[in-house]
């Protein structure tokens, strides 16, 4: 982490709040330079501590960080902003995680600062995060290296234009709900079927896991991973077919697009209330 010499600290401790505060320990990001700021969850922030070295500390840390990562719930930043605004520094790089929220409704709240805005996904938690992150009107190329830095020490991190945060939320933000769905519509067809229902999860889940691990590992396109396994008049083939003229393309399109669709309304909604103006 050679691009953050000082203190990180988060204003939540949450799954994700915890989540990157774990990829960041096992990069080797130092526990104790890590700051949770939680006071009405005392026991949330005690956990951090034990779990990862982070220290749980008071709003008045906040002045000593050179990286405040915003980890509320969207609905909370009003009052978070309110409680914490007179003692962030300044001059730190304000770090947003929250959905919906633009940067200019964080430059606001915290008076011009820079600010990079971020959709990390669950995945985090494993290591294998998926992140888009776009860095606000304020931000140097020296910032968006800082969050590349903190959000690739637990997966992948890939700059976007602010814009297009949204697909970023339809397509890896909630993806991992999708992959999940197609796994139990899996195990529930080999259950229905007649299979042994912990041995359809156990199987269903581990072909997700595998398959997700080759992807990775041959760095190709998904259709050309498909079509190697896919034989002629095969079983696969037979399998394929069927779920094409279900509709499959048309079901997962359908989803990603209700997804931006709600995600842009959402993003409005809480912008009018937050934004300048």
């Given at each position: 982490?050679?691009?953050?010499?000082?203190?990180i600290a988060f204003i939540g401790s949450?799954?994700?709040?915890?989540?990157?505060?774990?990829?960041?320990?096992?990069?080797?990001?130092?526990?104790?330079?890590?700051?949770?700021?939680?006071?009405?969850?005392?026991?949330?922030?005690?956990?951090?501590?034990?779990?990862?070295?982070?220290?749980?500390?008071?709003?008045?840390?906040?002045?000593?960080?050179?990286?405040?990562?915003?980890?509320?719930?969207?609905?909370?930043?009003?009052?978070?902003?309110?409680?914490?605004?007179?003692?962030?520094?300044?001059?730190?790089?304000?770090?947003?995680?929250?959905?919906?929220?633009?940067?200019?409704?964080?430059?606001?709240?915290?008076?011009?600062?820079?600010?990079?805005?971020?959709?990390?996904?669950?995945?985090?938690?494993?290591?294998?995060?998926?992140?888009?992150?776009?860095?606000?009107?304020?931000?140097?190329?020296?910032?968006?290296?800082?969050?590349?830095?903190?959000?690739?020490?637990?997966?992948?991190?890939?700059?976007?234009?602010?814009?297009?945060?949204?697909?970023?939320?339809?397509?890896?933000?909630?993806?991992?709900?999708?992959?999940?769905?197609?796994?139990?519509?899996?195990?529930?067809?080999?259950?229905?079927?007649?299979?042994?229902?912990?041995?359809?999860?156990?199987?269903?889940?581990?072909?997700?896991?595998?398959?997700?691990?080759?992807?990775?590992?041959?760095?190709?396109?998904?259709?050309?991973?498909?079509?190697?396994?896919?034989?002629?008049?095969?079983?696969?083939?037979?399998?394929?077919?069927?779920?094409?003229?279900?509709?499959?393309?048309?079901?997962?399109?359908?989803?990603?697009?209700?997804?931006?669709?709600?995600?842009?309304?959402?993003?409005?909604?809480?912008?009018?209330?937050?934004?300048?103006?």
């Open positions: 982490m050679t691009e953050i010499k000082g203190k949450g799954n994700m709040a915890r989540a990157i505060i774990g990829g960041l320990v096992r990069a080797g990001f130092p526990g104790d330079r890590i700051l949770v700021v939680n006071p009405g969850n005392p026991a949330s922030m005690e956990a951090v501590r034990q779990e990862y070295g982070a220290v749980p500390s008071n709003p008045e840390s906040l002045a000593g960080a050179e990286v405040i990562v915003i980890a509320v719930k969207p609905q909370s930043f009003p009052e978070a902003a309110a409680n914490y605004r007179a003692f962030a520094n300044p001059k730190a790089l304000f770090i947003s995680i929250m959905a919906g929220l633009s940067n200019a409704a964080v430059e606001d709240a915290f008076g011009g600062v820079r600010t990079v805005r971020v959709m990390p996904n669950i995945a985090l938690a494993a290591g294998c995060g998926a992140s888009g992150y776009a860095p606000g009107k304020y931000a140097t190329e020296a910032d968006a290296a800082v969050a590349q830095a903190i959000f690739s020490a637990a997966g992948l991190a890939v700059r976007v234009p602010e814009d297009r945060i949204n697909d970023v939320t339809a397509l890896s933000g909630s993806g991992a709900a999708y992959i999940y769905l197609l796994v139990e519509a899996m195990r529930d067809a080999a259950v229905e079927e007649g299979m042994d229902p912990a041995a359809a999860a156990a199987l269903a889940g581990q072909t997700l896991i595998g398959a997700a691990k080759q992807l990775e590992r041959e760095n190709l396109a998904p259709e050309a991973l498909r079509k190697r396994i896919t034989s002629k008049n095969g079983t696969t083939e037979a399998a394929i077919e069927k779920m094409t003229e279900s509709g499959f393309f048309e079901a997962v399109q359908a989803g990603y697009r209700a997804n931006k669709a709600r995600s842009r309304q959402l993003s409005d909604e809480l912008c009018k209330k937050y934004e300048r103006g």
